[in-house]
């Protein structure tokens, strides 16, 4: 029977694919895993806990861990399981947003991870009225441990009400409210219900093709977003072994140690990635350097299917043997698909990773869609570069007129909490405006081309979409983040944030000694080459579209110093506000 409730899937593994490595998080350098049945039985003394602390049908508990762990898995599960509601809150926020978020879900609960996080909470706890106690999932001095509850649990005195409440669920039940952190305003509340996020779920997994019980993922993108906590679930409904990475900066050790079979990403990391190999390639002499090159290439002008015929693939398999399959090696040598999202995709990393034997899909949705509504698969056709794929089972697609992308299906939200004017303005009947442009070609692929809201008119009245001539300047070793300017200007002009490493490096080689960004981007000759590398990029775009002039900024654009939401969005309100006087500068 497939599950109906968002707490059926870990008793779906525990009965039809048993796992004895379910979940696995390392702690002082050792992994420590949970069995199916152990994670199932912990979850369960969690439950029966909070019904010892008065937890009833509908009350909300915070979560805010700095990495993704076990434990947090485990709290999710319980709460759940007796019609509470988890508030995940993303780690790198302010404390102010804390205190908004934390007293507009009316929080009774939170659960940190670290001294950070309860430093955070601990400072704006007194102006949380409906917040009783904090926990931490570490041992922090001054602050209960999680195992408080574990060990408050153990006794079987509430398992009779346990189940009871637990029966008492519905699927069309909230059971999560998300706080999407926008680019402008406020955080807002997406309320999920079961029946959202399950449905999801269960769809999602028909694009997911790995054996039951056998494959083995890495998890490190946040918990906290829709995106990541969906690809857990579906590991879960599918009897896939997660292991969470300790750290990003781990990222590249962790996947060495647990070679996965799969893994998610934002198309930043890949970029990272990508660019990092690819520099590695500019050090090598010779004829290995011209081989390495040519692989490369290859890779970059690859289609799925064999459409660029016999000749092209006896290439790619010597290529694949030479140098793409080093490629893989370097992150882990098992993994057979990435799924990328939160983000566009540059349509070059699809083609070079799939080539190298890591087949990479793009997916595509918002929180507000419990996320997916698309997503690539290699198997029956599904995959096309430059796409997000076909929409999944049980979602419906239509285009407006003026190209927004309209979604309808099980998993649109229930709406906004506590907002109901601003659910009714994203709502046509049952279809939820996603506020991207996009198109559904003749064989059924999506493809977004912009967000709606970033479009913007010169004062010629040409319409320019930001985000697609970013991603294609951002090909540039030169160019770590960019921002396109010019609504109401006569011109197109961009902010740039140079990519530190490989600045000092390239000036480094003209003799130039820099230590900082700062000092970098005053050097006269990096601004001509970065221009120049915008100039080459700027051919594929129209006249109008084309950038006319750039300035570098000193600063290491960052979510912490808010130039970027936590799934690295830009914020351009920000962005134009920090950098005005050079916004200024360009136009006068």
Not at 117 to 131: A, E, G, P, R, T
Not at 171 to 177: G, N, Q
Not at 415 to 437: R, S
Request: with cysteine.
């Amino acid at each position: 029977m497939k599950p109906t409730r968002l707490f059926e899937f870990i008793e779906f593994q525990k009965d039809n694919v048993p796992l004895e490595k379910a979940f696995s998080t390392k702690n002082k350098g050792k992994w420590e895993s949970l069995s199916s049945i152990n994670f199932h039985e912990k979850s369960k003394a969690i439950s029966r806990a909070l019904v010892s602390k008065g937890i009833k049908t509908g009350d909300k508990i915070a979560m805010i861990s700095t990495n993704n762990r076990t434990e947090w898995c485990v709290m999710d599960v319980g709460i759940i399981s007796l019609g509470a509601v988890t508030v995940p809150i993303y780690p790198t926020i302010s404390s102010k947003d804390y205190k908004y978020i934390l007293n507009h879900s009316e929080s009774i609960y939170c659960f940190v991870s670290d001294q950070e996080v309860y430093d955070k909470v601990k400072s704006i706890q007194k102006n949380v009225k409906s917040l009783k106690k904090v926990y931490s999932f570490e041992k922090i001095k001054g602050c209960s441990h999680w195992s408080e509850l574990l060990d408050e649990g153990s006794k079987m005195e509430h398992d009779d009400t346990v189940n009871k409440m637990k029966n008492q669920v519905k699927s069309e039940d909230l059971a999560t409210i998300i706080y999407t952190s926008g680019t402008t305003g406020v955080p807002k509340g997406v309320m999920l219900s079961h029946e959202n996020i399950v449905s999801n779920v269960i769809s999602g997994s028909k694009r997911l093709p790995l054996i039951k019980g056998k494959a083995k993922a890495l998890s490190f993108l946040p918990l906290c977003h829709i995106f990541e906590r969906v690809i857990l679930y579906i590991y879960t409904f599918n009897g896939i072994s997660i292991y969470f990475a300790e750290s990003l900066e781990t990222i590249a050790d962790n996947l060495k140690e647990i070679k996965p079979n799969t893994m998610t990403a934002v198309p930043r990391l890949l970029e990272k990635v990508y660019d990092k190999i690819y520099a590695r390639g500019g050090e090598l002499t010779g004829i290995k350097k011209s081989l390495f090159y040519w692989a490369v290439n290859l890779g970059l002008q690859y289609q799925p299917y064999g459409k660029n015929g016999i000749w092209y693939e006896l290439k790619l398999k010597i290529a694949r043997k030479l140098i793409l399959s080093k490629w893989k090696e370097a992150l882990g040598g098992n993994l057979e698909i990435i799924v990328s999202g939160s983000a566009p995709l540059q349509e070059r990393l699809a083609k070079v990773f799939t080539a190298a034997g890591m087949i990479l899909v793009e997916g595509y949705g918002l929180t507000e869609t419990s996320p997916i509504i698309s997503v690539g698969d290699m198997r029956n056709n599904n995959l096309k570069m430059g796409t997000v794929g076909k929409v999944i089972d049980g979602v419906e697609v239509k285009i407006a007129d003026d190209g927004e992308i309209l979604c309808k299906g099980p998993n649109v939200m229930m709406g906004y909490f506590k907002e109901e004017k601003m659910t009714q303005e994203v709502m046509t009947g049952d279809y939820f405006h996603t506020g991207d442009i996009g198109e559904v070609d003749s064989e059924g692929f999506l493809k977004i081309t912009d967000r709606k809201k970033e479009m913007f008119k010169t004062s010629g009245g040409k319409y320019i979409a930001p985000q697609v001539i970013e991603s294609q300047m951002k090909q540039s070793l030169f160019i770590e983040q960019i921002m396109v300017i010019g609504a109401g200007r006569r011109m197109a002009t961009a902010i740039i944030q140079p990519n530190i490493d490989h600045i000092i490096e390239w000036l480094k080689e003209k003799g130039i000694e820099c230590d900082s960004l700062s000092k970098a981007i005053q050097e006269p000759i990096l601004k001509e080459e970065i221009f120049k590398e915008v100039e080459n990029h700027n051919q594929n775009f129209g006249s109008w579209e084309q950038i006319k002039k750039i300035e570098l900024t000193p600063d290491v654009w960052s979510i912490d110093d808010g130039h970027l939401t936590p799934t690295m969005k830009l914020k351009r309100k920000v962005v134009t506000e920090k950098y005005k006087d050079l916004i200024e500068k360009m136009y006068n």
